[in-house]
């Protein structure tokens, strides 16, 4: 690491050691963590030292300032929190680390942490420090983390993360974990155990310069939520999912919407026998030629609309095993999907459904329709279903409302 001597400099080294146990309302709990900031910049130091008094009694937090030069000498132990100074902290109520006024320090570009701990949260650790570049944890005894959600959330500068020495078996949470962080161009995960994780929605939104994304090591078994999960992934051509276990997941909201640079995607392994909700789920993946999803089981699933809106490359989709028996929501399924030219919707039964409102909208290339079993004897709206379908010709219907639209529309 290179000395630095600018008092400009924002490169810094923070240690964090959990040793202290205090006691509140009767019992023992670990709320406290001696921070160890290593700062290059003596300038910093000076500021420190002058403040030591005004810091007394506030949350008794130590602080112990180390510069580079000094690493050897006795620390300074300050029991005080003083609202100018750059630092991390703990969350009095929870063992979680925040951010403190460091997110102002607009110069930051690397930041080197080491941590012998057992802290429970990581989560919003360096949450929306948008000027980070490079985050590299060097050594971490973490047998005890249990959520990472939102940790490195909307770093949107952030090119270069280093964290393969992590022991994720424990974590739950990874809600967030990379959301927004819009220069990662490459992320290997291999190394993670997510055997335990529950929570995995939005956990790539927004990471739109994102181009490899290895998660073949991913248990996904205990996994409930992946909505919006590759949400705006819009510079991946390629998911590797196979190796997913998506059994006891009951949302898929999103899940690739935006996706817009997506070629291919192979989900012939998913279990979504418990899924709830796959409105969004392909909204947005304009570059999706095909799309296969007759092992998809959805029995349970209540919720549809916009699942394929704007899939306008998509050219073959295969739904022979879709049960919308409880769905309630089909509005703008596939609204421009503007490829389609064939379409058989012969299983789908629609007696339940309540809103089907531009359905086809934009098929502008759809010529064969069939939707022989739709009754929408309990729709609510379904207007401009058939809006802009210029080339449907051949439509196999039985119900009457839905063929008095089409023929009004006097697209012949």
Known sequence: MEKKTNSNTKNFLLHIKSKIILKKIGKCAQ??????????????????????????????ITLEI?????????????????????HFFINNDKNEINLSHIKNMKNIKKIIVIIDSDIDYLSGLFSRISSIKKITFLKFYRKNIICMGGMFKECSSL?????????????????????????????????????????????????KSLKKLNLCS??????????????????????????????????????????SSLVKLNLNNFNTENVLTMSNMF????????????????????EMYYMFERCSSLKEIELYNFDISKVTDISSMFNGCSSLKELNLNNFVTSNVEEADCLFLGCSSL???????????????????????????????????????????NIH
């Open 367 to 409: 010529q064969k329709l069939n939707i022989m079993k739709f009754n929408f004897k309990n729709a609510k709206k379904f207007d401009d279903m058939f809006l802009n379908c210029y080339s449907l010709k051949n439509l196999d219907c039985s119900d009457e409302d839905i063929i008095d639209q089409f023929n009004n529309l």
């Open 283 to 302: 909204q947005g993946c304009i570059s999706l030629t095909e799309l296969c999803l007759n092992n998809f089981d959805t029995k349970n699933v209540k």
């Open 66 to 86: 180390i510069p580079k030069d000094m690493s050897d000498s006795k620390f300074i132990n300050i029991e005080k929190y003083e609202e100018s100074s750059y």
């Open 159 to 207: 090119e270069e993360l280093n964290f393969y020495s992590f022991e994720t078996k424990n974590v739950t949470n990874m809600n967030s974990m990379f959301k927004g962080c819009e220069s990662l161009k490459e992320l290997n995960l291999s190394f993670l155990n997510t055997k335990n994780v529950t929570d995995m929605c939005c956990m790539f939104e927004g990471c």
């Open 31 to 60: 709320e406290k963590i001696i921070l160890y900031i290593c700062r290059f910049n003596k300038e910093v130091q000076k500021k420190f030292d002058k403040n030591i008094d005004d810091f007394k009694n506030f949350f008794k």
């Open 218 to 259: 991913f248990n996904t078994e205990n996994v409930t939520n992946m909505s919006s999960m590759f949400e705006n992934c819009a510079s991946l051509k390629e998911l590797d999912l196979s190796k997913f276990n998506t059994k006891n997941v009951s949302d898929m909201n999103g899940m690739f919407k935006e996706c």
